[in-house]
Nanobody, 121 residues
Framework: VQLQASGGGLVQPGGSLRLSCAAS????????MGWYRQAPGKQRELVAV???????NYPDSVKGRFTTSRDNAKNTVYLQMKSLKPEDTAVYYC????????????????WGQGTLVTVSS
């Protein structure tokens, strides 16, 4: 299973950006999908998570500005970011809890390669 993230880039403060992350490979189902970020010199932190049923959770730092969604048919998760701030600058990673097609069914956690978001004027 591979996760491919895209959509990062340079954006001005107050701007918007949309990240995507698509999973491919031998996938039976995907449970939680999430987005994390890691700024230079800081620990990786969760910024959004969405369950298979569509329930979402966000930390206070991004609540009201970030929205995550998923397309189960495409094995894809999205992160819509608005009102971006310089402190949102980080490498953003997607994460998925994937059940493979092999028997017995086993749940693995996979990570995307990371996409850089830079918020600067």
């Amino acid at each position: 299973v591979q996760l491919q993230a895209s959509g990062g880039g340079l954006v001005q403060p107050g701007g918007s950006l949309r990240l995507s992350c698509a999973a491919s490979g031998s996938i039976f189902s995907i449970n939680d999908m999430g987005w994390y970020r890691q700024a230079p010199g800081k620990q990786r932190e969760l910024v959004a998570v969405i369950t298979r049923g569509g329930s979402t959770n966000y930390p206070d730092s991004v609540k009201g500005r970030f929205t995550t969604s998923r397309d189960n048919a495409k094995n894809t998760v999205y992160l819509q970011m608005k009102s971006l701030k310089p402190e949102d600058t980080a490498v953003y990673y997607c994460n998925m809890e994937v059940v493979g097609t092999a028997i017995p069914r086993v749940l693995y956690s996979y990570w995307g390669q990371g996409t850089l978001v830079t918020v600067s004027s």
